[in-house]
């Protein structure tokens, strides 16, 4: 059974700075293709980014315009999502997904999720 657990959240200022991560455990990490997907307070989950297993591909959002980057460590188990100039919009709990043999999209995200990390921006 796959798990996926979260870390990195907190509280940052507008124009700040995280890095989220995400590690797979219980079945073989390079067998999976990543996404990270987010809910803000009121409003449906939305797709974020989404890398494949080898990385050779990469889907973003509109709304990260250049400020965010997915990328993995297949020896590490780990998915991460650097993200910059974050601005109150970005608020929200940002979780992991997982595509088994594929990729999570916007209209097709995997099976298995984490149990999200919690980014709030504000002053």
């Known amino acids: 059974q796959v798990q996926l657990v979260e870390s990195g959240g907190g509280l940052v200022q507008p124009g700040g700075s995280l890095r989220l991560s995400c590690v797979l455990s219980?079945?073989?990490?390079?067998?999976?293709?990543m996404g990270w997907f987010r809910q803000a307070p009121g409003k449906e989950r939305e797709f974020v980014a989404a890398?494949?297993?080898?990385?050779?591909?990469?889907q973003y959002a509109e709304f990260v315009k250049g400020r965010f980057t997915i990328s993995r460590a297949n020896a590490a188990n780990t998915v991460y999502l650097q993200m910059h100039s974050l601005e109150p919009e970005d608020t929200g709990v940002y979780y992991c997904?997982?595509?088994?043999?594929?990729?999570?999209?916007?209209?097709?995200?995997?099976?298995?999720w984490g149990q999200g990390t919690q980014v709030t921006v504000s002053s």
């Open positions: 997904n997982a595509e088994y043999h594929g990729v999570p999209t916007p209209a097709g995200p995997g099976r298995d």
């Open positions: 219980g079945r073989t990490f390079s067998t999976y293709g």
């Open positions: 890398v494949s297993w080898s990385s050779d591909y990469t």
